[in-house]
């Protein structure tokens, strides 16, 4: 009889231990996360959610990091402002579909406060850690909220970057203060929905790169890799949300991290020598920071020096330009007649970076030779360009202010500038209109 009972406890222990392994990437409404005790970790074991230190640090941070790979590699914090001091940290999730973040005599160091509302009082509510390192809240299957709206400074495949304009939610990447401290830094990157949606990065409030608009096959401001058989890149624009996404192609793993020290980088795991190498990274070069050859200029890397000013432009404060500052950018010769255009032309400038769009029109069914119509009816338009450059172009984008951050780039966009027909090249390519 002894050996029965014994054989019954083995057997309840062990179905016991079978149930936790397969709610190991869950918890139900009331259950707890402790530090030092219990973790998630995702069905593919890929990621991990639970407490950690940073670097030399001694807070407590509840946050995801990499399981099966490069362990210990963080990529989402939830209480980055709040640090916990010692392990008296929980996490819990109330039968309201809140995440709650608690800690000796404190019963709020972070909530996740959900967007959207429980169904019902019968309703199942669930927060579970998936294998692509989000973690979502779940009302009888149904997301309420996920942390991937709510990133860091990684950006991994699956994640949506731009702007819910239903909710008014937008996605933001902020650095953390140092490798030891993931509260917010000073760099941020964000996708801009002023004029026609690009992608900005600052320090601080000030605006230091930028990667161009989307144009079909990639941004205008990031060299595009036709042979690209790792990730594929997609823009989604209606009315209800904008948004860039990149997808993996393969099991290789990669995230997008905004360092600390303000670099956007395109990470690779490589399992041969376990480490992470930098596949990409946004700011190539000295073109690649805003806006350095100022209004009406245009960057060229291969030249020295790197600015000069567009055809029919001349230096603002040429003292300034031959000390190498070219802030000031450049003036017209000649000003524009507008009225009703006679005068104007437009010069075509190939394979460019085109200019900040955050002062744009756009409209995509418009033909190349509409947009110019346009902008020459337009007094304040400077410049026009194809939306998308595939098969062919199509769709209309419109610069209405000053031309910022142009840059001569190895590529299929092309931009048309508003001149005074007499500055004009005629040996070079132009519309009379």
């Known amino acids: 009889?002894?050996?029965?009972?014994?054989?019954?406890?083995?057997?309840?222990?062990?179905?016991?231990?079978?149930?936790?392994?397969?709610?190991?990437?869950?918890?139900?409404?009331?259950?707890?996360?402790?530090?030092?005790?219990?973790?998630?970790?995702?069905?593919?074991?890929?990621?991990?959610?639970?407490?950690?230190?940073?670097?030399?640090?001694?807070?407590?941070?509840?946050?995801?990091w990499y399981n099966k790979i490069s362990y210990g590699t963080v990529v989402w914090v939830a209480n980055r402002e709040t640090p916990i001091a010692d392990r008296s940290g929980m996490l819990k999730l109330n039968r309201q579909g809140?995440?709650?973040?608690?800690?000796?005599?404190?019963?709020?160091?972070?909530?996740?406060?959900?967007?959207?509302?429980?169904?019902?009082n019968n309703?199942?509510?669930?927060?579970?850690?998936?294998?692509?390192?989000?973690?979502?809240?779940?009302?009888?299957?149904?997301?309420?909220?996920?942390?991937?709206?709510?990133?860091?400074?990684?950006?991994?495949?699956?994640?949506k970057f731009g702007k819910d304009l239903v909710t008014g939610l937008q996605t933001i990447m902020t650095s953390w203060k140092s490798p030891d401290d993931p509260s917010v830094g000073v760099y941020s990157d964000i996708h801009d929905t002023n004029g026609y949606p690009q992608n900005l990065r600052f320090q601080?409030?000030?605006?230091?790169?930028?990667?161009?608009?989307?144009?079909?096959?990639?941004?205008?401001?990031?060299?595009?890799?036709?042979?690209?058989?790792?990730?594929?890149?997609?823009?989604v624009m209606n009315e209800n949300e904008i948004y860039h996404i990149y997808k993996l192609k393969s099991s290789i793993a990669q995230r997008i991290i905004l360092t600390w020290d303000g670099r956007t980088l395109t990470l690779q795991w490589i399992e041969r020598i376990q480490d992470w190498i930098v596949y990409a990274e946004s700011e190539v070069d000295n073109c690649d920071r805003f806006s350095l050859c100022g209004a009406y200029g245009i960057c060229n890397i291969n030249k020295h020096p790197?600015?000069?000013?567009?055809?029919?432009?001349?230096?603002?404060?040429?003292?300034?330009?031959?000390?190498s500052d070219w802030a000031s950018g450049c003036k017209r010769k000649k000003p524009l007649t507008c009225g009703d255009g006679k005068g104007d032309g437009f010069l075509k400038i190939p394979g460019v970076k085109v200019p900040d769009t955050r002062r744009s029109w756009y409209n995509e069914s418009m033909t190349l030779r509409e947009c110019e119509i346009a902008c020459k009816r337009n007094c304040f338009c400077t410049g026009y360009a194809n939306l998308d450059i595939r098969n062919g172009g199509s769709g209309c984008l419109l610069w209405l202010d000053e031309l910022l951050d142009t840059r001569v780039y190895d590529g299929d966009q092309d931009l048309y500038i508003r001149m005074v027909l007499d500055n004009l090249d005629m040996g070079r390519g132009f519309s009379l209109g």
């Open 1 to 64: 009889m002894e050996d029965q009972y014994i054989h019954l406890l083995f057997f309840v222990a062990f179905i016991l231990l079978l149930l936790d392994c397969n709610s190991l990437d869950t918890i139900s409404a009331n259950q707890e996360i402790r530090d030092g005790k219990t973790t998630l970790v995702s069905e593919g074991e890929m990621f991990e959610l639970g407490f950690f230190s940073p670097g030399k640090s001694k807070n407590r941070y509840m946050g995801i």
């Open 98 to 120: 809140n995440l709650v973040i608690c800690s000796g005599g404190n019963p709020m160091v972070w909530s996740s406060n959900p967007v959207e509302s429980m169904q019902g």
């Open 204 to 235: 601080g409030e000030v605006l230091i790169g930028r990667l161009g608009p989307w144009h079909g096959l990639g941004f205008s401001g990031f060299p595009l890799d036709k042979t690209n058989q790792i990730y594929s890149l997609d823009f």
């Open 123 to 159: 309703s199942v509510v669930v927060a579970k850690l998936l294998d692509t390192g989000n973690l979502v809240v779940l009302d009888d299957n149904k997301t309420i909220w996920q942390s991937f709206d709510y990133p860091g400074d990684t950006y991994l495949p699956g994640m």
């Open 306 to 323: 790197p600015c000069s000013c567009m055809q029919g432009f001349e230096p603002r404060h040429p003292e300034e330009w031959e000390g």
